[in-house]
């Protein structure tokens, strides 16, 4: 081999030394750059370039908290959660399976000749396929019935949408999860103890369909089981009203960053379908009721698949909520309320409302008809949104319904009468069979007459007569005056700010009431367009006829104030042994003792030999107040059944008001109808109202 | 050295040949393969089992005659005790009867009990499966409960001529639902076994348990089946809650490591609970017939 002769290995010319320092400097600075560079990243931006990278490869995955409970004011549960355990397909485990399917489809389509094959559309179908083969399997275990049976091959039919009872793979639904939530595993089953019907298949609480998965479905492969919380209502449809109920929510409680000593906010987050209050107490104690939120942290797969949980952090439950509810009290009045029902057998619509006379605190606030939370508070079905709608079942009646008074109005007729000394405790007026008032002759309830009658026994027998001369008397502005210092025209229950506690809120109930109530006087009435007041329109509010528009609770409150001696009642559903009885706006009812005892003796008498005999409780003397007001419904005239008081006589604890609205066929009248439905609220409440001594609240 | 060569990379090929025909070969023959090859292995089991019956024998046999006496009155104090607990089964027995008799009650067997010795443990799975000396030919059927006494052993996962395998309550691959004593409202809870680390103990996991659950105190809360599955008849044991890990949150609820009731590691005879009828579970099983 010839060795080269040519044996320079440095240059030897200035010019070439120059141009080799030329190209060391060259590579020199290129080096620094790549060394400073790469010190900059590691230095300087390793912080931010690190989040971008965990942001790509990972992801945070919230899980909903279980909310508080609710309780009524002796601890019984009223709203509980339960365990719920859902089948789903881990959507990644399935992708081979799809594809298979879907070589499977395209050959088909191949062999068929078609035009032109829809891949998107035939990946979807395969897909369908693939998980309607794992939900027949699913419901072959579940089902009960499949004691012996062999599975039939999947040869499921598309279906567009879900079929009854979840049994078919819902194609809207996947097509959602794809788009928004692929990384997640896809629900087949929501509620295995009530598959997609709300109705449990076997006859036990439906444990039995969710035990008989866990324990023969095979455990390996792509269906898992996965529990959650799901919101329960124990009692059904008592209280639903007051209670409200919850739907699904895709805003979770995002506390995450606030509580992780990682930061996740820059990192993609998906979650699962949380609940939140709809109404009632759900709604308005939402920020109590629910928790904080779980949180997981999952690296991806390049195709977007959750592949491992690298952190993870449990959910804390929401802290609950005690009512002053007692559930005794509820269910009575509720159970009492169902037996009134029209000739065709249909529920009467009503209200009944008990509340303690020195605190407000509401014991019982039942409204007919009604709902079951229950259903509502998973998947629900448009057919029973449409059963409550039809039924009426979404007003509260006793906070919403507005109502004519009646008779049970004849109290602040009295009072108002008494306090501007158009007539005292002790006048007899002569009350015949009608009152004349201009040229129209205004009836009494009994065709004959009552003769001479007081302030006592007009409350007993409702003399109408003696209502139309004191409210002439008194006149329509100190009548509707008398009334709105009972508040008959203040919206209640709402979240008002006491100065007292500090500028706080102090939120008695929880909805909106209503706003259409309607104290009327000269001026109302001409603002409605409806002409100048006159005498008539004055004798028809005496009895709380013509324009007079309240509810049941603010009749219950009218009640406690006059039990109390005072003019308003602020109610509450929040139970809290430290309210000092204090009432916003309350003022002494303005009579003097022999008045006032007139007064509360007269409503005694009107139970124990009056309207409200029929209501007579042996044992438990109380003071009452009946009331029949005439409406119409549909051009036809119907009767409302009022029944409002307070007991005991002496004493007393706690005031009612129990309102039914009378159909155009059905015979309703204020003691006949409501009385008994007072009785029986009074019969649950006196036993337990050992607990509730008077003398320790403070009663006169 | 060439021919050295030459044979190593034949022996690769003919290693990658039999990997090849192994995959492509279709799957009922690999089982085949597999069941001939258990079979195969069977007499084998059959026959190591009945060595340890007979090493047990004589190790048993060789004891003195002090031992053996001092055995013989043991025995003797739990024969009087076992003959008043036996007394008082009679008489439940009879009262069964008579009731049974007065509200014409008559409920099926549901299930046959197939008494079983244990053969070996799997030793792919030290911990989590065992395999026992009766099979298909004594009416074993997979998914069938295995018991020993009160207590629930596993759960047969595959049943071969003259043996079967039997997942224990600790295998991955067991799972049932349970109910906690001290819980007034029977909710369900989970069991499952756990997925053990290399020469780590197996554990099973309780898991669902619902926050407001508490241990009653004193003593662990036995955990046991529901009865509600279709597989495990009602108010067998499981195993009790492990108060040291009891209580961790998981989600919305707690949960606990399952301490089992009996020593898995000691097992010898079992009982094979083989459900009169076939459950849904049961056919899933046999996984080619759904595909």
Known sequence: MKESSDTRVLPSTPVEKLRLYGVFFFFAVGFLYVLFGLGYRQLVQSTDLKEQSDSQSRRVVLRPPARGRIYDRNGFPLVDNRARWSVKADLASLQKEFRAEYVRLLNAEKAREAVQVDREKLMEDARVRVLQGWLNKVWFVIDETNRTTKLRKPTAKLAAVNAPGERQVNIEELRKHLRERRALPFTLVHDLAFPGTGQALTADDGTKSVARFIEQFPVEGPIRLESDIVRTYPFGAMAAHVLGYVKDTDSLPDNVDDISEIRL??????????????????LSYN??????????????????????????????????????????????????????????????????????????????????????????????????????????????RSTQGLYAPGSTFKVITATAGMRKRVVDWDDALDCGAFFRVGNRDFPEHEPVGFGEVNLDKMLAISCNVWNYQVGLRTGVEALAAEARRFGLDTPLLQTVSDVETGGQPMTELPYAVSRGLVVPDREYKHRIGAGAWNDGDTANMSIGQGYLLTTPLHMACVAASIARG?????????????????????QPIGLNPAQLEALRGGMVRCVEEGTARIARIPGLPYAGKTGTAEYFKKGEKAHLAWMIGFAPAENPVVAFAVLVEGQVDTNTWGGKTAGPVAKEMLEAWWPTAVKLPAEDKGAR | MDQNRQGARASYVALAIFVAAWILLPSAVRRFNREAFAEFQAPALHLLGKSRDLATFWEKKSRSTEELAAAGRDLARINAALEIKLNAMDDVRRENIRLREITRYNVP???????????????????????????????????????????????????????????????????????????????????????????????????????????????????????????????????????????????????????????????????????????????????????
């Open chain 2, 109 to 291: 067997a549901e299930y046959l009990s197939v008494v079983a010795r244990v053969a070996s443990r799997d030793s792919s799975s030290w911990w989590q499966r065992i395999v026992i000396r009766k099979g298909r030919n004594d009416g074993i059927r997979p998914g069938a409960p295995v018991v020993f006494g009160n207590t629930v052993v596993g759960r047969v996962t595959a049943v071969h001529l003259t043996t079967s395998e039997v997942d224990l309550v600790t295998s991955p691959g067991f799972r049932c639902t349970a109910y906690l004593e001290g819980d007034d409202q029977n909710r369900i809870v989970l069991v499952n076994g756990v997925a053990a680390p290399s020469l780590g103990a197996a554990k099973a996991r309780v898991s669902v348990i619902p926050h407001d659950y508490s241990m009653p105190a004193g003593q662990p809360a036995r955990v046991y089946t529901t009865g509600m599955g279709g597989v495990f008849p009602s108010r067998l044991t499981l195993g009790y809650l492990d108060g040291g890990t009891y209580s961790t949150q998981v989600g919305n609820f707690k949960e606990s490591l399952l301490l089992p009731s009996r020593d898995l590691y000691n097992l010898q005879e079992v009982s094979v609970l083989v459900p009169l009828h076939q459950n849904p579970g049961e056919a899933l099983m046999q996984g080619d017939q759904f595909q």
């Open chain 1, 287 to 396: 920020h109590v009721l629910s928790g904080l939120s779980g949180w997981e942290l999952w690296s991806k797969t390049s195709s977007g698949y959750n592949q491992t949980r690298l952190k993870y952090s449990a959910p804390v439950q929401g802290s609950s909520v005690m009512l002053s509810l007692d559930y005794r009290v509820q269910q009575a009045a509720e159970s009492a309320l169902a037996k009134l029902k029209d000739p065709q057998g249909k529920l009467l619509p009503a209200a009944a409302v008990m509340l303690d006379v020195h605190t407000g605190e509401i014991l019982s606030l039942a409204s007919q008809p009604s709902f079951d939370p229950n259903r509502l508070a998973d998947r629900v079905s448009s057919d029973y949104y449409d059963e409550i709608e039809k039924a009426g079942g979404w007003l509260n």
């Open chain 1, 566 to 586: 005072e003019t308003r009642t602020t109610p509450s559903i929040i139970h809290d042994v430290s309210r000092d009885g204090r009432h916003v706006g309350a």
């Open chain 1, 265 to 282: 906010e820059s990192m993609q987050k998906l979650h699962y379908t949380g609940k939140t209050g709809a109404a009632g107490v759900e």
